[in-house]
């Protein structure tokens, strides 16, 4: 009896998984204003990959885990912006805004953290 559990709750944890990931926009080709990164102990950030609209305000939420990290644009119009900083286990909030449409680089600019691969896609796409 306790095998046959295992597998019913591992499902049910994996439909849990996917319900959340429907609808917020992040990672999924469907532009969104709103995005909330973690920048995880392992020096990643989660989602990394996003996709919001040009020439509308984007907030970002990031969420430090145990280590300190930011959020940078790179190449915007020739300068790399950063939105966001957050010190370790904090939250802080930014917002930017791109005007042209493409696909643009963010990375942390915390010592040693890009070079360990902290990077991130953001696609930013005309609406019409
Ligand atoms: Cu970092």
Known sequence: MKMKLVPAVLMVA??????CGDGDGNGGGEASTDLEVTGTDSLEFEPDSYTVPAGEEVTVTLTSGGVEHDFIIEDVDG????VVHAD??????????????????????????????MEASLEVVDEG
């Open 79 to 82: 300068g790399d912006v950063e």
């Open 14 to 19: 994996a439909l849990g998984l996917a319900g």
């Open 88 to 117: 370790a286990n904090e939250s802080e909030t930014g917002t930017f805004t791109i005007d042209d449409a493409g696909t643009y680089t963010v990375y942390c600019s915390v010592p040693g953290h890009r070079e360990a691969g």
